[in-house]
Nanobody, 123 residues
Framework: QVQLVESGGGLVQPGGSLRLSCAASGNIFNINVMAWYRQAPGKQRELVAKITTNGPTNYADSVKDRFTISKDNVKNTVYLQLNSLKPEDTAVYYC?????????????????WGQGTQVTVSS
């Protein structure tokens, strides 16, 4: 089984910063993509940022130049640094990975989600 454990959410004032972490554990052969999504009340879940095996990153336009995604391949951990936070960044943030895991005699590509961590930006 693969588990994703997130941490780092909380309440912050506008303009403040937070750092989210997500550690993946379990029987993982290789992680292809690590990403962060978010879902605000009444809205669909949206991609915030993702980082691939070799390091290329993608960001939602709304967070470019404010958020930074990074990863530690040894620890199977992905981070999201959130700077210059705005009230509209308030949401539950979810960690997501695409990973190859052993299944019978092959390595299967599977998707996993974290439990979510609340980020609230308010004065």
């Amino acid at each position: 089984q693969v588990q994703l454990v997130e941490s780092g959410g909380g309440l912050v004032q506008p303009g403040g910063s937070l750092r989210l972490s997500c550690a993946a554990s379990g029987n993982i052969f290789n992680i292809n993509v690590m990403a962060w999504y978010r879902q605000a009340p009444g809205k669909q879940r949206e991609l915030v940022a993702k980082i691939t095996t070799n390091g290329p990153t993608n960001y939602a336009d709304s967070v470019k130049d404010r958020f930074t995604i990074s990863k530690d391949n040894v620890k199977n951990t992905v981070y999201l640094q959130l700077n210059s936070l705005k009230p509209e960044d308030t949401a539950v943030y979810y960690c997501n990975i695409l990973a190859f895991v052993p299944e019978r005699l092959v390595h299967a590509l599977r998707e996993y989600w974290g439990q979510g961590t609340q980020v609230t930006v308010s004065s």
